[in-house]
């Protein structure tokens, strides 16, 4: 493989939301547009995310139960328990060894490591959450801009996706509605973010908020 080895994976580390966390070749470093994936979850607890911005009216519970489906490093996962103290938050991912990387992340940050599970989307999910995050593969291997050589060294399985990328997207909308989740905070490419709205209408989620790659979306209450 001609291109170099990211830095991340070099130093073993990758900064999100102002903490170092742990990264090893069987997780994906995190992005700096996942980071809106925080910012968006705040503005539903009602917290404000920046200095100055004004907080948003609250519509989590006052200890929402959160699940990050797909957490890889638990970067998302363990950044929501520590902004969100009060939260129960759980992670999943389909690979053990994803897991254990996250697991190293959680003790790091003085977060219960047993937050983390083995699933399949919620396969193995035994409790209903209000909101569910996820950052599941979307990459599709044919857009024509993508740099796969830049890629070779992050973990494949959790970056692309069949059926342009959404297949897992769209399963996890399914799922989610079969379970009454009401709140599902989404990355996607912005190039995809049409063809989800669309398909999530179908199981009666609405937008609520579009922020850089992150869809909120949400079942309006009756």
């Known amino acids: 493989m001609s291109a170099p080895l990211p830095k991340a994976y070099k130093d073993g580390l990758q900064n999100f939301y102002g903490r170092?966390?742990?990264v090893t070749p069987d997780v994906l470093i995190p992005r700096p547009e996942t980071e809106q994936l925080i910012d968006a979850t705040l503005n539903l607890a009602g917290k404000a995310y920046l200095p100055g911005v004004r907080p948003r009216k609250r519509v989590l519970p006052t200890s929402p139960k959160i699940l990050d489906v797909g957490t890889g490093s638990g970067c998302i996962a363990i950044t929501l328990k520590l902004e969100l103290p009060d939260s129960d938050v759980c992670g999943v991912d389909i690979s053990k060894d994803a897991l254990n990387v996250a697991q190293k992340n959680a003790v790091k940050y003085g977060v219960n490591p047993h937050i983390f599970i083995i699933s399949n989307l919620l396969e193995k999910v035994k409790f209903t959450p209000d909101l569910i995050v996820a950052n599941l593969p979307y990459v599709d291997e044919t857009w024509d801009w993508l740099d796969k050589e830049a890629l070779?060294?992050?973990?494949?399985?959790?970056?692309?996706?069949?059926?342009?990328?959404?297949?897992?997207?769209?399963?996890?909308?399914r799922q989610a509605s079969e379970r009454g989740v009401?709140?599902?905070i989404l990355e996607a490419d912005p190039c995809q973010h049409e063809e989800i709205i669309a398909f999530a209408l179908q199981y009666n989620y609405f937008v609520k908020?579009?922020?850089?790659?992150?869809?909120?979306?949400c079942i309006p209450r009756e």
Not at 157 to 171: H, K, M, P, Q, V
Not at 209 to 217: A, K, P, V
């Open 20 to 22: 170092d966390f742990i």
């Open 152 to 173: 070779g060294y992050e973990p494949a399985t959790s970056l692309y996706a069949e059926n342009r990328g959404l297949a897992l997207i769209f399963d996890l909308i």
């Open 182 to 184: 009401e709140y599902l």
């Open 209 to 217: 908020e579009i922020r850089g790659f992150i869809l909120t979306l």
